[in-house]
């Protein structure tokens, strides 16, 4: 199951005949093991000081990472006009160890690389353990198998053309709603709505509490 969801997903974003990848338990994990492949790819070139270059909203994940596998981060502060990344001055902090990082259950992601190359940086393994070889592509040896299965058996269900329609749906609804944001007084979108996140910030009410709002009286996901 978790070959064919890779494979659904990899041709889905017109992967070549190389894209491979994991089934990860979410998407810190599957962040995470991003880091760590490019970070062992760095120390076989003989850098061993990794460095992940993010702005300053990027998620936290890579700290988190950072802190586990020994790297450096640095954060690029966001344009002040729109708190959009500031590709002009990443473009300059990149260095020689510089490591650039990219609908159905929360607790599973995937994570696709161009080629092969990428995933072998990403394995741990031991041939030395008494009990035999024992090699892991992911952080955890055990599995969520429910997991899989969900995920597998919705894939299935929506198909290339399901998920196509409902990106269609997300984006439209998602500019819809920047668009009347925008005709709100007080309430300013910060970047640019163009998949599926509305950023905005205001001055007239607590947001926090318009979160909370949203979230008890709207149902809206405030991750």
């Known amino acids: 199951m978790e070959a064919e969801i890779l494979k659904m997903t990899c041709a889905m974003f017109h992967g070549g005949n190389d894209a491979c990848g994991v089934v990860a338990g979410g998407g810190t994990e599957a962040l995470m093991l991003a880091c760590l492949a490019y970070r062992n790819r760095s120390r076989a070139r003989g850098e061993w000081r990794a460095e992940i270059l993010a702005p300053s909203t990027a998620h936290p994940a890579l700290d988190k990472a950072a802190a586990f596998f020994d790297m450096t981060i640095k954060r690029i502060q966001v344009s002040e006009t729109d708190d959009t990344a500031n590709v002009g001055a990443m473009k300059r902090a990149i260095g020689p160890r510089t490591c650039m990082y990219g609908q159905c259950p929360g607790r599973l992601s995937v994570l696709m690389y161009r080629e092969p190359v990428f995933l072998r940086h990403q394995f741990f393994t031991n041939s030395e353990w008494p009990g035999g070889c024992y090699a892991t592509p992911t952080m955890s040896g055990g599995r969520d198998g429910g997991a899989v299965a969900t995920a597998w058996a919705i894939m299935l269900r929506k198909g290339r053309d399901g998920y196509i329609n409902a990106c269609q ?55």
């Open 169 to 223: 749906r997300i984006v439209e609804g998602t500019r819809q709603l920047a668009y009347r944001l925008k005709g709100i007084d007080g309430i300013s979108i910060r970047g640019s709505a163009d998949l599926c996140v509305v950023a905005f910030t205001t001055s007239e009410v607590n947001v926090y509490n318009l979160v909370d709002f949203m979230v008890h009286k709207v149902n809206i996901n405030a991750k």
